[in-house]
């Protein structure tokens, strides 16, 4: 049986088309630090598709983030990562920090993590201890090898977007790449497909126990 699940509205709404690109963005930013200010725990992650898929990880398995006082914060790109660990940390004394990055990103996070908070992170564990996670290479990555190929493209089917996906396979850049890297470039060809299919892989995962690890331990934390 389907879990039954509750998205954030703003981005639920930026899934459905009402905002895009940067507006979402910022507009997600905009949400989250409102409530900061009462909050226990803040996640900072790198966008809103981050933010969504653990938004829907939570709520897939009964958690309400929102009367538990966890916010999560979209900080657009890791390299904001410095500017809102100092905006944050006034509130250093009541409220707790964690995060998720992707791989790349990873020294970034660390760096920031290292210049604002008065410690000596070196290696990933050290961050995990921290609350700060790592995907491999990052979310999508990391969903496409917890659910596999052949799930991922029932979804696909599912949304009706299958044949959209075999016309992508078709195209000559990406005629005869693995299936995997197939779809982690048609996941992320779009910002409204990306964010979309963040929920709904993440909702495919939950129902097969199959949270990849950085999310799971992420939860978990918190």
């Not at 197939?182 to 909702?203: D, G, K, M, P």
Request: glycine letters at 8%.
């Amino acid at each position: 049986m389907a879990t039954t699940r509750r998205v954030n509205l703003i981005t639920a709404g930026a899934i459905d088309g009402h905002l895009g690109g940067n507006a979402a963005s910022i507009r997600a930013t905009e949400r989250a630090l409102a409530k900061v200010e009462s909050a226990a725990v803040v996640v900072l992650v790198e966008g809103i598709s981050d933010q969504l898929a653990l938004e829907t990880a939570a709520a897939g398995r009964g958690r309400d983030l929102e009367a538990e006082r966890v916010v999560i914060v979209p900080i657009g790109g890791a390299h904001a990562i410095g500017r809102f660990l100092n905006r944050l940390a006034p509130l250093r004394a009541r409220v707790r920090l964690a995060g998720l990055c992707d791989l790349r990103e990873e020294q970034v996070f660390r760096r920031g993590l290292n210049m604002t908070q008065a410690v000596s992170l070196r290696t990933r564990t050290d961050m995990e201890h921290l609350g700060f996670y790592v995907c491999v290479n990052d979310l999508e990555e990391e969903l496409i090898h917890a659910l596999g190929t052949t799930e991922i493209e029932a979804l696909l089917d599912s949304q009706g977007d299958l044949r959209s996906f075999r016309s992508f396979q078709g195209q000559p850049a990406w005629r005869g790449r693995k299936p995997e890297t197939q779809l982690w470039r048609f996941l992320r060809s779009s910002s409204h497909r990306n964010l979309r299919y963040a929920r709904l892989l993440v909702e495919a995962a939950v129902d097969r126990n199959a949270v990849p690890r950085p999310l799971d331990a992420l939860l978990t934390a918190v």
